[in-house]
């Protein structure tokens, strides 16, 4: 890693601490309401992280709701308010299980578009088997280029 | 100073029944001819009806059937048929300049051309004549002594037989027939009007018993005798008429071997006419002239008409014949002349052999003949017989040689082979028909045996210039081993007369390239009955000789090994002959060609084409026009065509073999197929559902709406 980048990534980090102590409240709420997302990454061993990414989009359509209402409260940044929208099961409930259908939409359209992808290549080699089998009827057997041929395209006697 | 001796290798037995026929011995290959038997009736034309049924015996001769015809006109007359048989040529090619011949004292040809038996689907070669033989002044030939007075010879024999031989003079043709047993009383008593009878059902000359013929036509095999020459027929007359006036035969209870010795040691006519018999009038001069053995002194036809205009002939210059100072002894018998130990060495190879090895024979020809040009030509036997090696068949070689080095005007004779430059041609027809050994005429056409003759007889002053061109001809077919070469080749180029051998069509008896398309086509109305194979050897050589442009341009493809190449080559060669021969319809040949062009269909290699041009042949199958067939099969574009899209399909299936091992690897293990385009489908899903959810989480915050 070059130090320019180093850099760039010290900054990062540094304005990324320094926004989250800005807006503690809200970090509150999005660390707390995130950790399905979290565990869902660290689950996660694709390079993709394709699961992580699903669970997290579904995750912060949860986690939103609570930010709002956060913000637009009369304190929107105030840890008390944070702390007491955190403390209500509601929220925990409504955070969570979004999160948890991110998992199931996961699951469910991996497994349905896999399935459907293998049905489709298992029609294809059957399709392929019958389109070897029309050119070898109507080529004859040494159109599989196994044979030896002559100028003519035609299998040398000894090779019949 | 002594020849060093010539060393030969042992010499082989000689075989059982190897002896020549006609050379002098009894015996030989057409000593068993037996005709073959025939039966129902034959059409010459449509106008002339053979009974096979009715043979004519006393017209008739060993080899050659005659038989009853009638004329199918109005006049409904009555005729003689000779039917030929395949294994003797007839010599079919002057039938038509005989046909002209108009001489009372010849039987008259009617038509020559082939008879056809419906029933057994046979065709022979036919000679048709009035039937005005009447009876034969004799039934045989042999020891005959008519003691006819010679002046009744002279006008009723004598007279008109000339007048016969003048005519046939005048149309070049040579009758090869002359004897006794073929002259017939014409039905008149009183021999007042002789007819000579048929010779051309055979091959010059074959139907001649030895002692009619002159000693170097005698030597020959009867099939190997050649053409020969008028002063032959007039030699054949000057023995006839011996016979009609001798009242004693000197050579009475003989046989033909001592007969021939005979004339080779004493002449013929000391031969044939004893000295007790005293002739009057002027038929002895004629008889004398006519029985010179040596052609020089023999009469021409000219001469015998001076004589008979009354002219006395002035002597001509004679050459004495060669006789040695000390006679030969071989194999328990003296010789002063060359020819009859040129006959005895011949058939004597194993003492030949010792003759030749000591030396005895060359101190022989320079002592006691002193003939300086045979000891020349004794050396060139040795070293032409050693050209080749001296292999197995050196001593062979090398007895032929000197057998024409001590008579180079008698017959070539190699191992069982004693024929003329000209007979070769229909000693090598019979043998083929025969079922012979053809290796001994391949080796008289490949070696230098014939080119030693020819060099000794141009030596001697024989005019070889035919020879030589016919003869390596012959030698330039024999190297070529390929179809429409070899000695089927040599074969038809020698013989103009022979039919067309090839076991497919030969009972057709087909002698041009239209009359053989047609014998195809009479065959393949039977298609069982047609062969795997049309063109052979002796088909293609045929057609080469007849017509060398319906078949020369179609000879690699006819003797390719790939069937659809011989396929081809065939329809080709059988197209041209129909269109060359304007054949407008070939129905059956055509219709079996459709299926005989099997092969051609697999030289594509796409099934539909084959099927597109199966369709196409199905339906020009019956219009008769080879033409056709070909035209659709004949196409070079629809070939290119066609391989460039089987290499399109080759590369179809390398791609779609690719795909389907791709494929199915991939699908091997199902729990990873498919996955990660699962995975991205559903971040889209989830994220759409989450964008949705977002704003309308917004959009409730945004109205006043509240979640807690």
């Given at each position: 890693m070059s130090k320019a980048n180093a850099f760039r990534k010290h900054l990062l980090t540094f304005v990324f601490l320094v926004t989250a102590a800005l807006f503690g409240a809200s970090t509150m709420i999005l660390f707390f309401g995130m950790l399905p997302t979290i565990a869902a990454n660290v689950v996660d061993k694709s390079r993709q992280k394709s699961r992580a990414i699903s669970v997290g989009m579904m995750n912060l359509s949860g986690v939103m709701p609570f930010l709002l209402e956060l913000w637009m409260s009369p304190a929107p940044n105030s840890f008390d308010h944070a702390l007491t929208i955190l403390l209500q099961p509601k929220t925990v409930v409504i955070m969570y299980s979004i999160a948890a259908a991110g998992y199931a939409i996961e699951a469910a359209v991996t497994g349905m578009v896999a399935t459907m992808l293998q049905q489709r290549a298992a029609a294809r080699l059957r399709r392929i088997d019958f389109e070897v089998q029309e050119l070898v009827d109507r080529w004859n057997y040494y159109v599989d280029g196994a044979t030896q041929l002559d100028d003519a395209g035609f299998p040398y006697p000894n090779d019949d | 100073m002594a020849k060093p001796p010539v060393k030969t290798v042992p010499a082989p037995a000689p075989a059982a029944g190897s002896m020549i026929d006609g050379a002098g011995d009894?015996?030989?290959?057409?000593?068993a001819f037996r005709p073959t038997p025939l039966s129902g009736k034959m059409m010459f034309g449509d106008s002339i009806e053979i009974d096979l049924g009715k043979r004519i015996p006393q017209y008739g001769n060993r080899y050659v059937g005659a038989f009853a015809a009638k004329s199918l006109?109005?006049?409904g007359r009555d005729l003689l048929a000779y039917v030929c048989e395949p294994q003797f040529t007839p010599r079919n090619r002057i039938g038509p300049s005989y046909a002209s011949v108009a001489n009372p004292a010849l039987l008259r040809l009617i038509g020559s051309g082939i008879g056809k038996i419906a029933e057994s689907h046979t065709n022979r070669f036919v000679f048709i004549y009035e039937n005005a033989l009447g009876a034969p002044i004799a039934e045989n030939d042999v020891g005959l002594t008519m003691g006819m007075k010679s002046e009744k010879v002279m006008e009723k024999v004598v007279t008109p037989m000339i007048s016969v031989l003048k005519d046939l003079r005048d149309y070049d043709i040579v009758h090869g027939g002359i004897r006794i047993s073929n002259l017939y009383n014409g039905g008149k008593e009183n021999y007042d009007f002789v007819v000579l009878g048929e010779a051309l059902s055979l091959p010059p000359s074959m139907g001649q018993p030895p002692v009619y013929e002159p000693i170097d036509r005698a030597l020959a095999q009867p099939t190997g005798r050649g053409i020969g020459t008028n002063q032959d027929d007039l030699y054949s007359l000057g023995v006839t008429l011996a016979m009609m006036i001798r009242t004693r035969d000197p050579m009475r209870g003989k046989s033909d071997a001592e007969i021939l010795q005979n004339k080779m040691q004493y002449g013929t006519y000391a031969t044939l006419l004893s000295p007790d018999d005293h002739f009057s009038g002027s038929i002895v001069e004629l008889m004398r002239g006519l029985l010179y053995d040596d052609r020089r002194q023999r009469w021409t036809l000219e001469e015998v008409l001076a004589w008979q205009d009354g002219r006395r002939l002035s002597p001509k210059q004679t050459t004495k014949k060669l006789r040695a100072a000390r006679p030969l002894t071989f194999n328990g018998k003296t010789y002063s002349f060359t020819m009859p130990l040129a006959r005895d060495i011949f058939q004597r190879p194993t003492e030949a052999a010792q003759l030749i090895d000591s030396g005895d024979l060359y101190q022989w020809i320079k002592r006691s003949l002193d003939d300086e040009t045979m000891l020349v030509h004794f050396d060139n036997a040795v070293k032409s017989a050693e050209e080749q090696g001296r292999n197995s068949l050196y001593l062979d070689r090398l007895i032929a040689r000197m057998a024409i080095c001590l008579d180079p005007e008698g017959p070539i004779r190699y191992k069982n082979l004693s024929i003329t430059g000209e007979g070769i041609a229909t000693a090598l027809a019979e043998a083929f028909v025969a079922n012979k050994d053809l290796g001994t005429y391949a080796e008289v056409f490949n070696g230098s045996l014939l080119s030693y003759w020819m060099t000794i007889l141009t030596d001697l002053n024989h005019d070889m210039a035919s020879f030589v061109t016919r003869f390596d001809a012959c030698r330039s077919f024999m190297r070529q081993p390929g179809m429409g070469f070899g000695l089927e080749r040599v074969l038809y180029f020698l013989n103009p007369d022979v039919h067309c051998l090839s076991p497919v069509v030969s009972r057709y008896y087909a002698r041009t390239p239209e009359e053989f398309i047609m014998a195809c086509e009479y065959l393949a109305a039977d298609k069982s009955s047609m062969p795997t194979k049309l063109m052979d050897r002796h088909s293609v050589a045929f057609l080469c000789i007849k017509d060398r442009k319906v078949a020369e341009p179609y000879l690699f493809d006819m003797g390719a090994n790939e069937p659809y190449r011989y396929v081809m080559g065939t329809l080709r060669c059988l197209t041209a002959i129909q269109r060359y021969g304007k054949i407008t319809t070939l129905r059956n040949l055509t219709n079996w060609m459709a299926d005989f062009i099997e092969p051609v269909y697999e030289r594509f290699h796409d099934r539909d084409v084959r099927k597109e041009l199966r369709r196409k042949i199905n339906d020009v199958k019956d219009r008769g026009d080879l033409g056709r067939l070909l035209g659709i099969l004949d196409n070079a574009e629809l070939l290119r065509i066609d391989l460039a899209n089987f290499r399109y399909a080759m590369r179809d299936y390398r791609g779609l073999v690719r795909e389907r091992e791709d494929l199915g690897s991939r699908l091997?293990?199902?729990?990873?197929?498919?996955r990660r385009e699962g995975r991205e489908t559903s971040v889209i899903v989830s994220g759409v559902i989450s964008t949705l959810l977002i704003v309308g989480v917004i959009l409730m915050y945004l109205n006043g709406g509240r979640i807690l």
């Open positions: - | 009894v015996g030989g290959s057409t000593e006109a109005s006049d091997a293990d199902g729990r990873y197929y498919g």
